[in-house]
């Protein structure tokens, strides 16, 4: 049996089937045809992987922590007010600006201006974190009316005794001292959102009258104590303290 010449195809006429079980010949110029998967930029380009979804990172949204400082810290919000309570600490209130909380807090400015607004209203919630309000009028009013200056003096000098927020409370008494929007934050909050409550729960009359002498007082002992460190008071034993401004304190807040 004689085995057929090759014969090519004429002009037109279309190229035979390959034999079964043989493969296809690449094509003439070496190169693989694009696969579903692949996009050319053109007649003649080379083919380009198409991208897959799940290849492409995921954009960031600007004020936003990322998912692994989410997961694996405090949300955002305590973030930038931890942050701010150290940049308040270490710099002072003129220094500090919000951008560099923001950027101790790892979160872009707008998210502080989100949660805050202004620097004010940040120092205003640093102060208010640092005093914990919420938890310390209960503390303060809860026993005999008698006892409540005690309570008070007790609670005022165990803050500035410890050292986890002696820090933040001390560059709030000096950014006071220099800064007026400071000393409005501070003003606004010992005597607004502390004392005069506690005032307001007794019955007594000129709550806000008392409520500033009372304060008037306590700055007063932290500022000689802790500020400008006059001795024998700076060095004198807390609990001496207590005993000799309680009964000032009553006076102010638990006499009718």
């Not at 201006?113 to 640093?126: I, P, Q, R, S």
């Not at 409540?148 to 410890?162: C, I, N, T, Y």
């Amino acid at each position: 049996m004689t085995e057929e010449p090759d014969r090519r195809p004429l002009a037109g006429e279309p190229d035979p089937p390959p034999v079964s079980g043989e493969s296809e010949p690449p094509p003439a110029n070496g190169e693989s045809e694009p696969s579903p998967a692949t996009e050319g930029d053109g007649d003649g380009a080379r083919s380009r992987p198409r991208p897959r979804p799940e290849d492409a990172p995921a954009p960031r949204r600007r004020g936003r922590p990322s998912r692994k400082a989410a997961a694996e810290g405090p949300d955002a919000r305590t973030r930038i007010l931890e942050a701010a309570r150290t940049e308040f600490a270490e710099r002072g209130y003129d220094k500090t600006s919000i951008r560099g909380i923001a950027k101790a807090a790892g979160v872009d400015a707008a998210l502080v201006h989100h949660y805050f607004g202004t620097k004010d209203e940040v120092f205003a919630a640093a102060v208010e974190v640092t005093f914990e309000p919420a938890l310390v009028i209960p503390a303060v009013l809860d026993g005999p009316p008698e006892g409540l200056g005690e309570r008070l003096a007790r609670f005022f000098l165990s803050v500035w005794e410890d050292p986890g927020t002696r820090t933040p409370l001390l560059a709030i008494l000096r950014s006071a001292v220099t800064h007026e929007a400071a000393a409005n934050v501070l003003r606004d909050f010992v005597l607004r959102r502390l004392l005069e409550r506690i005032a307001d729960e007794l019955d007594v009359p000129d709550p806000t009258f008392r409520a500033e002498l009372a304060a008037s007082h306590m700055l007063g002992i932290a500022m000689l104590r802790y500020v400008v460190r006059a001795e024998p008071l700076a060095s004198a034993d807390p609990e001496h303290i207590v005993a000799m401004v309680a009964p000032t304190l009553q006076r102010y807040l638990g006499e009718g």
